[in-house]
């Protein structure tokens, strides 16, 4: 009796197996680390120390190019004027710099941009123009070397400005917080109301901060002033 013989079944081949390349994951930009912590030394040490030796090597030139001054008391108040509105920059340049260690929300990059108008060209004007103005007066103003200098200030001050606001290190380590607001029952006048609400918020949000409006008028009028007295010397 013949037996049947079943042949195997050939199996298919199995894949060869592939190898999946994972790119190693990207460090993310946070914390006090590169510009930003450079931008921070540069409030707390950098910056005040430079300004004192700036400020007192001007102050010793001008006496040794003019022996006399020493003896004026006008000179003497410009002098002291002058060190008082110093010691407020370095003040607040400290401060601005400690906030970014210590507190990491928005708000705390926005004191500090505040502070670098201030300390800057705010500075600037007030060293140039409003402190020799008050003291020695208008014979004691340099327009072409203060004008200089109020230019170089803003244009450092608009560049960390731009810095703070584009970076994506700081976006990271500074936490933008957004205070929910309380929803009232809606009702029928509420419904109506509601489109003339939204108007006027988006209106409010568009204009800009009192504080950044007097930092716009005060480095106008600081130009203003840098021309009258041009024109007039």
Not at 115 to 143: E, K, Q, R, Y
Not at 181 to 189: L, N
Not at 209 to 224: D, I
Request: one cysteine or more.
């Amino acid at each position: 009796m013949a037996t049947e013989t079943s042949s195997p079944i050939a199996a298919d081949p199995l894949p060869a197996p592939t190898t999946i390349s994972v790119p190693p994951p990207q460090k993310q930009l946070k914390g006090i680390g590169g510009w930003l912590l450079f931008f921070v030394v540069g409030l707390i040490v950098i910056g005040p120390l430079f300004g004192f030796l700036r400020q007192a090597t001007e102050i010793h030139l001008s006496e040794l190019g003019f022996p006399e001054v020493k003896e004026m008391a006008d000179w003497q108040n410009y002098k002291t004027l002058l060190w008082i509105c110093f010691t407020i920059c370095c003040s607040l340049s400290v401060h601005g710099g400690v906030r970014l260690i210590r507190d990491r929300t928005w708000p705390a990059v926005a004191w500090a941009k505040t502070c670098l108008w201030i300390i800057g060209p705010g500075f600037s004007i007030v060293s140039s123009v409003i402190a020799p103005l008050l003291t020695i007066g208008a014979h004691g103003i340099d327009a072409v070397g203060s004008l200089g200098a109020l230019i170089g200030s803003c244009i450092g001050a608009w560049i960390w400005s731009a810095y703070l606001n584009k970076s994506k290190r700081v976006a990271a380590t500074y936490e933008r917080r957004i205070v929910p607001e309380k929803t009232p029952p809606i009702t029928d006048e509420t419904e109506e109301n509601r489109g003339i609400d939204h108007c006027d918020h988006g209106n409010q949000n568009d204009k800009p901060s009192v504080m950044n409006r007097f930092l716009h008028v005060l480095v106008l009028a600081g130009v203003v002033v840098y021309l009258i007295v041009a024109i007039i010397s």
